[in-house]
């Protein structure tokens, strides 16, 4: 198991960073990047400029969730993923993709859909 020991450095010294956060995210699905930060320990800017090189080298791809209260929509990452136009609705629980516009609760865990921005 490789492990994020900060300053860029991991444990087994021959793993970068891109290759670390592209197996955490295949392995732990479509994310959010606070829950990323929080879970990896990677630092919120090198974490972004991770997900910024991975989207352009088209390994990552990424949607945006309206929520329910104000602010903007939450970005959300995942690795090879479906167009957006494929789902319309989405689960921040447990990262389910409805296609299914009048369902209000998710199918697996009974909580609320957030529209597809």
């Known amino acids: 198991m490789v492990e994020y ?5 991991f444990d087994p010294p021959e793993t970068d960073a891109k290759t670390y956060l592209l197996d955490f995210l295949t392995q732990n699905g479509p994310l959010a990047r606070d829950v ?10 090198t974490l972004y400029d991770i997900l910024v090189t991975l989207i352009l080298e088209e390994k990552v791809s990424s949607f945006r969730v309206k929520r329910s209260v104000r602010g903007r ?19 921040i629980n447990c990262h389910t993709k409805v ?6 609760g998710c199918p697996q865990c009974g909580r609320q859909l957030y529209d597809v921005v």
């Not at 959300?76 to 989405?90: D, H, L, S, T, W």
């Not at 296609?99 to 209000?104: A, S, V």
């Open 73 to 91: 929509p939450l970005r959300i990452f995942e690795v090879n993923g479906k167009p957006q136009a494929e789902f319309k609705k989405f689960c």
């Open 36 to 45: 990323m930060m929080r879970q990896t320990g990677i630092p919120r800017s």
């Open 99 to 104: 296609n299914i516009e009048r369902l209000w």
């Open 5 to 9: 020991l900060g300053c860029g450095r």
